[in-house]
């Protein structure tokens, strides 16, 4: 929302109502606007690939851990990511949404390499992906890359920038030797930092910063996907947004696709173009984000979607999910969402493995209930 009047002079500090003041030149717009209007972030219209060509294709995923020997015998694996399949386009952004212990995580470090495929065909961009990352040739490690959550973790605290920038340029050979250093500073440019940065250590830059430097060393080596598991949840609101701009930006000028994982709705759709919902290990349901975000959805998707907050009030009625999410070493028959679900149907839940069901609008959800009487119960919710 920014205009000229901010880049001339500084806002002054007024009052908005009694114990309340702002630094703003547009408040009173901001006012008299609608609240989601103007707080809502917009998806930006990113430009279709010539040739809508899959480079990451995933089919029957399958990534089960086994669990530590009990005094009554072995015990059942746990099935953390139990037969996903999924599409992603050069140059396009896909969303993988869920709670905690879904399995998205998963999903991510068995593509990276770092957590081994139990079964399943993963192919990118023409060559099998399903080696841990000990196996993996070296083209194969510089055209995947991934952003981590906690940037403490995945920098090394002994090591400057300048070292952990100039890494992936050594291994694949980016640059030559002599144009590695301004090959570095257009990197952490591209991320908004400046050449100082190059000799400084991760204790002396700020989480933000961090997650830049972490950003840069993703990119360093001109990757055609990374992986970025919620990137930006341990970063304040404000520089979140920044982040976020950050890796639109990036995704845009290099040419690179993105395979997004967040727990926030929010900010899965402001950023992807498709969009995954995870439960238990398997998705639910998957297609373009607006879809996803319109009646009509798979329950769970409606449940997550009812509790996203607005700034103003609604009357969308939010769905309390009674019950706990069940042991992926021992998941529900049937539909695995049955034993939570407020729309369940009956036995044929408990039983039955949930169609697919492909809406008009081109995404699918797996449900027993047909999409036209979801249509019917959800749009009854949001008080239309």
């Known amino acids: 929302m920014a205009e000229t009047a901010c880049v001339a002079s500084a806002p002054k500090l007024e009052t908005v109502a009694p114990e309340h003041s702002v630094r703003c030149f547009r408040w009173q717009t901001v006012v008299d606007q609608p609240a989601r209007a103007a707080f809502t972030p917009v998806v930006q219209q990113k430009a279709e690939p010539a040739q809508k060509k899959d480079l990451l294709s995933v089919r029957q995923l399958k990534i089960y851990f086994q669990q530590a020997m009990s005094l009554l015998g072995k015990r059942a694996p746990v099935k953390a990511v139990d037969d996903v399949s999924f599409d992603l386009a050069a140059q396009r952004t896909l969303g993988i949404v869920g709670e905690s212990g879904c399995g998205k995580s998963t999903i991510a470090r068995g593509l990276a390499g770092l957590a081994a495929i139990t079964d399943g065909d993963v192919q990118f961009a023409g060559g099998d992906l399903s080696q841990t990352i000990e196996q993996r040739t070296g083209k194969a490690l510089q055209q995947l890359q991934m952003v981590f959550q906690n940037p403490d973790s995945s920098l090394n605290p002994r090591h400057t920038i300048r070292q952990s920038l100039q890494r992936p340029l050594k291994l694949f050979k980016v640059v030559p030797p ?122 769970y998707t409606e449940a997550l979607v009812s509790a996203i907050p607005a700034v103003e009030q609604t009357e969308v009625q939010p769905i309390r999910l009674q019950g706990t999410v069940p042991s992926p070493a021992n998941p529900p028959s049937g539909c695995r969402f049955h034993t939570r679900c407020p729309r369940k149907v009956g036995m044929i839940c408990e039983t039955q493995e949930p169609p697919a069901r492909v809406s008009e609008a081109g995404h699918t959800i797996y449900c027993h209930i047909p999409l036209e009487e979801l249509t019917v119960l959800q749009t009854a919710n949001e008080g239309v």
């Not at 090959?183 to 700020?206: G, H």
């Open 178 to 299: 002599e144009q590695e250093e301004e090959y570095l500073i257009e990197l952490l440019k591209a991320v908004n930092l400046d050449e100082s940065y190059l000799d400084r250590r991760p204790k002396q830059l700020s989480g933000g910063e961090k997650q830049r430097v972490a950003i840069a060393r993703a990119f360093a080596g001109n990757p055609q996907l990374v992986l970025c598991d919620e990137p930006i949840s341990s970063l304040d609101v404000s520089v979140q947004a920044a982040v976020l701009n950050l890796l639109q930006r990036l995704q845009r000028e290099r040419k690179v696709a993105l395979l997004f994982i967040s727990h926030d709705l929010n900010v899965v759709r402001y950023l992807s173009d498709e969009v995954a919902v995870i439960y238990l290990g398997r998705i639910c349901e998957i297609g373009p984000t607006e879809a996803i975000f319109s009646p009509p959805y798979h329950p």
